[in-house]
């Protein structure tokens, strides 16, 4: 009889939430909807696309259009189907069984589980109760550990916190250890390296176009120099972005400036909502602890986080619970904002402290 490998003994699929929501916050995406002129060019070509042909394995239009959007070579480009699966090639193909990662705790929940199924040794670095470490924690922990990998977000989910660059560069500079820094959220804050990110031996930039409005389309990019663009190309299996991913992305990334004024809608909508949250922290003290934040999303610190999220739950706001622990909130559009800080400050009201 056939047996599974034991270590896949008990795994079961990722569960994002699911069921319908009148406001989610949960999950990080844009409340932003594309407009009507980009969806019109994008039909336009998707008419157009050659079904009976596989993929561009390069997808050289689409990493163009990234490039220019971000002024960067395209040389220095490697496109993937979201960056979570450049997550899963790179721990994947750049470490080997045995090997160590460092990783932080916490941070983006899937990094331990590649690193499972890759059979390394992940040591995860754990974050004081403020959910931060600085650059010479992590040096320190290089030192000590000696990782043939450092993977870590920057901005943080789900801390929302951050390393400055100087910092960052401080890190890479400290070790021979390829340093894997997950930008995800970089569009909301201005401490980005990849305008350097070639100039490094041992550093892979990874981002994204899921919290810009593009989640459904799985549009993840890797920034290295040549030599390890040339290893991620090699690694990755040849037809991992299809033909409507690149044709939609391009479109997209053709109207800069929607991009551009999108990012800073979103980036307003984050810093109401952390003000706001920070009024009420101040209106009804000891309840909870508002983090500062570098993303689209604010994290909260209290004691019972899960009665928060039921009773938000019960009234169809739907925001997200990392490791259990940490109220997570995507910043939506004015009025889901408005709702959910309403419902947020009846909650906090009611609680007796
Ligand atoms: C959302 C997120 C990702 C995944 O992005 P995709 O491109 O949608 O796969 C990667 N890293 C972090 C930290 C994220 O929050």
Request: aromatic share 10%; with cysteine.
């Amino acid at each position: 009889m056939f047996q599974v490998t034991p270590k896949l003994e008990g795994l079961t699929p990722y569960q994002p939430i699911t069921g319908k929501f009148d406001v989610r916050l949960d999950a990080n995406e844009s409340f932003l909807e594309l407009p009507w002129e980009v969806r019109e060019t994008m039909a336009a070509k998707l008419i157009l696309v050659e079904a009976n042909r596989y993929p561009d394995p390069a997808a050289a239009e689409l990493c163009k259009a990234f490039s220019d959007f971000y002024g960067i070579d395209k040389a220095f480009v490697t496109g993937g189907n979201g960056s979570d699966e450049l997550i899963s090639i790179i721990v994947n193909c750049f470490l080997s069984r045995g090997d160590t990662l460092l990783t932080l705790d916490p941070d983006f929940s899937m990094y331990p589980f590649y690193a499972f199924l890759a059979e390394t040794t992940n040591i995860c670095l754990p974050k004081d109760c403020g959910l931060f470490l600085t650059a010479d924690e992590i040096i320190a922990a290089l030192r000590q550990y000696k990782p043939q990998m450092l993977l870590f977000s920057n901005p943080c989910n789900p801390s929302s916190l951050g390393l400055n660059r100087a910092d960052v560069r401080r890190i890479i500079q400290s070790t021979d250890a390829l340093v894997v820094l997950d930008e995800a959220y970089m569009d909301f804050w201005d401490e980005s390296l990849l305008q350097e990110a070639a100039e490094y031996d041992n550093l892979i930039i990874l981002r994204t176009l899921s919290k810009l409005g593009l989640a459904a389309f799985r549009l993840g990019f890797a920034i290295a120099n040549p030599k390890l663009t040339d290893l991620l190309r090699a690694v990755k299996s040849p037809y991992n972005l299809n033909t409507l991913s690149q044709v939609a992305g391009c479109a997209v990334l053709h109207h800069p400036e929607i991009l551009r004024e999108n990012i800073a809608f979103i980036r307003r909508q984050k810093t109401e909502l952390l003000d706001s949250l920070k009024a009420l922290s101040g209106k009804y003290p000891n309840r909870f602890e508002v983090l500062e934040s570098k993303t689209n999303f604010v994290t909260l610190l209290m004691d019972n986080p899960d009665a928060l999220r039921q009773n938000l739950r019960e009234q169809s706001i739907s925001i997200a619970l990392p490791q259990g622990k940490y109220p997570r909130i995507t910043a939506g559009s004015p009025k889901e904002n408005a709702a959910f800080l309403a419902a947020f400050e009846n909650y906090i009201k009611s609680l007796n402290i």
